[in-house]
């Protein structure tokens, strides 16, 4: 005799049981493809470099202090491992790390979304994560593996969570050990997991799970850690400026799930209302909510957890990043965009809505999964300039050579601002491979790309107009391209009036510069661009020399020569 569970283990219910897992899989198969091509050519930029350079000393000190306030033990563990391994020039491997622990998350996602709404509303949640557009800046490369480490952790901790035997608390316990020394919003998350807990009956039993990680948490803390912040630019003004900025970062993250990177500044050029209409529709999303939540006339254990664990990742994004304005940077999107989703799939679970209410909200996840994956292509294009340009830079350094001074920078942005020439040297040496491009691939670059390799090869060689005399020897300076102006060869020098003229430079002291009175000269030169980009300074009445530190070997500077009077430019050896 039949009965429900053989009716459904029918062959039909087995096939219709496996499409929303068959369908995830594509979908997690199509982000990742999308994902691997938006992030071609990136490679280590910004924080990166600091953790390969403090990855060479595998300490436990190099793993539990403080790194901006963030306890960053699995980003320091990932730069002490992958260096080794897949060197310094692929940056393949790190972004497999960061695309796996980006898949992790979304999987848990579709777990814990399941058994609470149903397959089909927990893939269309799981595949809206995985192709968070917005929050592109944690996946797309590297540098923000704690933030995933921390949120696939606990989002795992969740799971088990759920489970309520006593294995799967531990496993709990320990997912929560393991996201607290991964990023500081798992902190966010073991506040949840308090909250939770302590709204279940069998509290008593099972209180262990979020106190033996916070303990640790506060044991490190007091030991190692500085403030919670980990930041001296919070908000200012009290109380009331602390709730403004916690809820600009929760607008961005609502934002993001929608497909409104509200912290962009093209954005913001072209839709400056973007941000306040956003800020308000995510008001009126928090009270529709709490309407339900409200109706159904209870708050269940897991929505208080997801609550709490939300307004405290808010507040300490505003209590760090108050006063810089990047509350709904894509790093947060990400973080605070998990949260939301598995808060609306906790308010909903166990509603049924009419047929053309989940046609509208499919609709809705289309058009928010079509923006977000744009501003994935965006976040992937802003991502490789960086990594272009850096490459680029890196090969000046790698041209200057060693002699170039140790703590020399060879940029002020982001993307190479941790790196002296010291430590880019040493990282070199010990793990035998370089992102820099090649003397060839450099070439080949784009102009503003080669214009910038040339400002820090300039600057690395000291390439400037110093003033001062130097006998004039040897033939007179080789003329490129036709000048303008009047220039005119006397012996080992170039006399010339008012004009322009293009000159081929080599040598340590390669040029004396000469102008009479009533004139002035100015310098330009370019070695790998096309526009004289590189400023090497000017000489009023009087004598200078251009010189560099040392010759940064094969090739030559090309230098353009301004002269608003009669002057002079000759040869010295």
């Known amino acids: 005799m039949d009965g429900p569970g053989l009716a459904d283990r029918s062959p039909v219910a087995v096939r219709a049981g496996r499409r929303p897992a068959a369908v995830l899989a594509v979908v997690l198969l199509a982000a990742s493809a999308l994902i691997l091509w938006a992030g071609r050519g990136i490679t280590l930029i910004g924080d990166e470099w600091s953790w390969v350079t403090t990855g060479t000393q595998v300490t436990a000190g190099a793993l539990l202090d403080e790194y901006n306030g963030h306890l960053n033990a699995l980003t320091e563990a990932t730069y002490i491992v992958l260096p080794r391994t897949a060197g310094l020039a692929d940056y393949a491997a790190y972004r497999v790390v960061a695309l796996v622990l980006h898949l992790v998350v979304a999987l848990l996602v579709y777990a814990l979304a399941r058994p609470r709404v149903g397959a089909w509303p927990a893939v269309a949640a799981a595949g809206l994560i995985a192709v968070l557009g917005t929050g592109a800046d944690a996946f797309l490369h590297a540098i923000e593996v704690g933030i995933l480490g921390a949120s696939a952790a606990c989002l795992a901790a969740l799971w088990n969570l759920d489970r309520g035997t006593r294995r799967n608390d531990l496993a709990a316990c320990g997912l929560l050990i393991a996201g607290l020394a991964s990023f500081s919003s798992a902190v966010a998350f073991t506040a949840g997991v308090w909250a939770e807990v302590l709204a279940r009956p069998d509290r008593r039993r099972r209180i262990w799970v979020p106190a033996v990680p916070t303990a640790l948490y506060l044991a490190w803390r007091l030991h190692w850690g500085g403030s919670l912040s980990g930041e001296s630019n919070g908000s200012s003004g009290g109380v009331l400026h602390v709730i403004a900025h916690a809820w600009e970062a929760a607008s961005g993250a609502v934002g993001g799930l929608a497909g409104l990177q509200i912290f962009s500044p093209t954005l913001r050029a072209h839709v400056p209302w973007a941000g306040g209409l956003t800020q308000v529709l995510s008001g009126v999303a928090a009270v529709l909510l709490a309407w339900v939540v409200v109706r159904r006339g209870r708050l269940t254990p897991r929505l208080a957890n997801l609550v709490v664990a939300a307004l405290l990742l808010w507040g300490l994004t505003a209590v760090a990043r108050g006063s810089l304005g990047d509350l709904a940077a894509s790093r947060y999107v990400y973080q605070g965009a998990v949260i939301v989703v598995l808060i609306v799939v906790e308010a909903l679970a166990g509603l049924s809505a009419p047929r053309r209410v989940m046609a509208a909200a499919a609709l ?47 940029s002020a942005t982001f993307a190479l601002s941790t790196i002296t020439a010291r430590s880019y040297f040493d990282d070199v040496r010990r793990f035998g491979s370089s992102p820099a491009y090649g003397t060839a691939e450099l070439r080949r670059a784009p102009e503003p790309t080669r214009e910038a390799a040339d400002g820090v090869l300039a600057r690395a060689t000291g390439l400037r107009v110093t003033p001062g005399r130097a006998p004039a020897t040897g033939s007179p300076p080789e003329i490129e391209g036709p000048p303008f102006g009047r220039v005119v060869q006397r012996g080992s020098c170039l006399a010339m009036d008012r004009g322009v003229v293009g000159l081929r430079a080599q040598g340590r002291r390669s040029l004396l510069l000469r102008a009479e009175p009533g004139g002035a000269l100015l310098v330009r030169a370019r070695r790998f661009g096309t526009a004289y980009a590189v400023g090497a300074g000017g000489v009023g009445e009087g004598s200078a020399t251009l010189t560099t530190s040392h010759d940064p070997g094969p090739g030559a500077w090309h230098v353009q020569v301004i002269s608003t009077g009669p002057a002079r430019v000759c040869s010295i050896g």
């Open 364 to 410: 809705a996840v289309v058009v928010s999964a079509g923006l977000n994956l744009a501003w994935m292509v965006v976040w992937g294009n802003h991502l490789r300039d960086e990594s272009t340009t850096a490459r680029a830079q890196l090969a000046a350094l790698d041209i200057a050579g060693p002699r170039t001074p140790p703590t020399f920078r060879p």
